[in-house]
């Protein structure tokens, strides 16, 4: 069996996450999983790993502790690219510039879920 390389646990996720490019665009994926530093996400376009990205996401109130959903926006860089299916991709997104507000906010979401 192959050992696990994560250091945090990932929980299943829904919603849409969007990447802006630094052209200005936005470009939606699915959000399929979190965890305390990163995200798996689906799109219909490959991504190459290594890639510099934005992400925003919105979390769900009563899965952070708020009173209302929560903006979550941060850097990340692309640490693996699958294609899933034709049309299909899974990106593997580590988010390296977290600040205190966005780590609390992955960190409550995935406590919600355990």
């Given at each position: 069996m192959?050992e696990?390389?994560?250091?945090?646990?990932?929980?299943a996720?829904q919603?849409?996450?969007?990447?802006?490019?630094?052209?200005?665009?936005?470009?939606?994926f699915e959000?399929?999983d979190?965890?305390?530093?990163?995200?798996r996400?689906?799109?219909?376009?490959?991504?190459?790993a290594?890639t510099?990205?934005?992400v925003?996401?919105?979390?769900p109130?009563d899965?952070?502790?708020?009173?209302?959903?929560a903006?979550?926006?941060?850097a990340?860089?692309i640490?693996?690219?699958?294609?899933v299916?034709?049309?299909?991709?899974?990106?593997?997104?580590?988010?390296?510039?977290?600040d205190?507000e966005?780590a609390s906010?992955l960190q409550?979401?995935?406590?919600?879920a355990?």
């Amino acid at each position: 069996m192959t050992e696990q390389r994560r250091k945090n646990q990932r929980v299943a996720a829904q919603g849409a996450c969007t990447i802006l490019d630094p052209d200005g665009g936005e470009h939606a994926f699915e959000l399929i999983d979190l965890s305390e530093c990163g995200a798996r996400l689906r799109c219909e376009i490959p991504i190459g790993a290594m890639t510099r990205i934005n992400v925003a996401m919105l979390l769900p109130a009563d899965r952070v502790g708020r009173d209302a959903d929560a903006r979550l926006q941060t850097a990340g860089v692309i640490v693996w690219s699958h294609r899933v299916e034709e049309g299909v991709n899974d990106i593997g997104v580590f988010f390296p510039e977290l600040d205190e507000e966005g780590a609390s906010l992955l960190q409550a979401y995935v406590l919600s879920a355990v």
